[in-house]
């Protein structure tokens, strides 16, 4: 965004996790940058302690006088914010210029060259890594990512000198419509969001219409045996990708011992001997598709090699609190049908012959109702499920729709409760478990250190 005209950035919704980057960025500009959120978190802690003013009541006269002129403030909002919000409609109503997130990332894709990574799933982990391998490199960038990364506590990376931009290209919304991508990642296509978008013919549309914004003399690389039709302009190099075909893909695969080390086959030359810092199954074709992503940056090969085997993860996308031989606890985010299927199958490939038990906190009324059958079948997949009720996020309930829709299509096979969320840490006290995964975009991620002390407390 043209900033010199502003002195302050008044943030509704400042403490999201895409939002708190760009709060962050504005911060480095030295800028005046306050701002509203519904609830104080950690982040937004944090966020304050680095110089921004955050308030957690929807209120006129908790705005600071710094951002009260329409000609000196912008104010930047997320979709997730209702209509009806007392602070956003007077900012609309006196004339201020109020954008959407994606549409202040769109202007940083104009200013610098954005390298993207869009998709139902996989998306945030694959943004991280290929913010990593190029931080560690020559190369550097700048980088607005959709969850902290362990290996710098943040979701944002700011280089005075690199040309690029690293920014995770969501959909929601169709707010990936703003960016104008140098080079941009399509990991998936599963429908999802059909609260926005109704039928996923639609979906669909909405990334055909993505890949035609890749800039001219850019690259698309697409995970092979998409439905999408892309339509990238003409003088656009397209490319393939997945685990074992396509323009990039693995050779030689070795897993064991808890590591997993592969080939890099390229058309910007091969890379031997990559190994996973985060060794399991779906990071082999997230990590296919960073490296894709910084060789065409102009990363090495030693350089990339180097920081793939560092790459640390992000906080609830494999996120291990406990693995040990007698047990393992992680958190993962996977709260679509598809990216719980794969988590699930990653678990299974790292850890064979083991019993898996998933705790699962549906995210959003209408997914569960457009998705309670696959659901049931992804959940299917482990050993036992527990399934709590649904976390509603930004929606209301809608009768008829409760996690009992896909408690009841799991297959018998599968030993199943359902609880109410409070009830987990009990559950977790009663059960033998021997691998636990907590799935889902929910808050029973809260959840996560007191689970953690109870099964330490059990393999004593």
Not at 129 to 154: D, E, P, R, W
Not at 177 to 185: E, F, I, K
């Amino acid at each position: 965004m043209q900033t010199p005209q502003y002195k302050a950035i008044y943030f509704v919704g400042a403490g999201g996790i895409g939002m708190s980057a760009l709060v962050r960025y504005y911060l480095s500009r030295g800028l005046t940058v306050a701002g509203y959120d519904r609830t104080e978190t950690p982040l937004t802690r944090k966020l304050c302690e680095e110089g921004a003013q955050i308030h957690y009541t929807d209120d006129l006269s908790l705005v600071p006088a710094a951002c009260r002129d329409a000609k000196t403030t912008l104010v930047v909002y997320t979709p997730a914010i209702p209509a009806d919000h007392t602070e956003l409609a007077w900012f609309r109503a006196e004339g201020f210029r109020v954008v959407k997130r994606a549409e202040v990332l769109g202007e940083l894709t104009r200013e610098m060259k954005g390298l993207c990574v869009a998709g139902t799933h996989g998306k945030t982990t694959t943004t991280a890594m290929t913010a990593h391998l190029l931080h560690q490199s020559h190369v550097g960038c700048n980088a607005f990512l959709g969850g902290i990364t362990k290996n710098y506590g943040t979701n944002y990376l700011l280089s005075p000198s690199s040309p690029y931009v690293v920014i995770e290209a969501d959909e929601f919304d169709r707010s990936f419509h703003h960016l104008r991508p140098y080079a941009t990642v399509v990991t998936a296509t599963d429908a999802d969001h059909l609260d926005i978008y109704g039928t996923e013919e639609a979906y669909l549309e909405s990334f055909r219409h993505y890949t035609s914004l890749v800039q001219p003399d850019g690259a698309l690389i697409l995970h092979t045996g998409l439905k999408l039709q892309a339509a990238p302009q003409a003088d656009v190099r397209v490319f393939s990708y997945s685990r074992t075909e396509g323009d990039f893909h693995a050779e030689h695969l070795r897993i064991g011992n808890g590591r997993i080390v592969f080939d890099l086959v390229s058309p910007f030359g091969n890379i031997s001997d990559v190994e996973l810092g985060v060794p399991v199954g779906i990071n082999i074709e997230n990590g296919i598709a960073a490296m894709a992503l910084a060789q065409i940056a102009g990363a090495s090969a030693n350089e990339i090699r180097s920081a793939m085997k560092t790459f640390g993860g992000v906080d609830r996308r494999f996120d291990f609190y406990l693995n040990t031989p007698q047990v393992v606890l992680l958190s993962d985010y996977a709260h679509h049908p598809e990216e719980i299927r794969q988590s699930i199958l990653s678990l299974r490939e790292v850890f064979t012959g083991r019993r898996i038990t998933g705790i699962f906190q549906p995210h959003l009324y209408t997914r569960t109702r457009d998705f309670y059958h696959e659901f049931a079948d992804s959940l299917s997949l482990l050993d036992e499920v527990v399934l709590t009720d649904i976390y509603p996020a930004r929606e209301k309930p809608i009768p008829g729709v409760t996690s009992q829709l896909i408690f009841d299509e799991i297959k018998p096979s599968v030993k199943k409760r359902l609880v109410c969320k409070t009830d987990v840490p009990q559950v977790v006290r009663e059960e033998a478990l021997d691998v636990v995964v907590v799935l889902g975009a929910g808050d029973v991620e809260d959840y996560m250190p007191q689970l953690k002390e109870i099964l330490l407390s059990k393999s004593k």
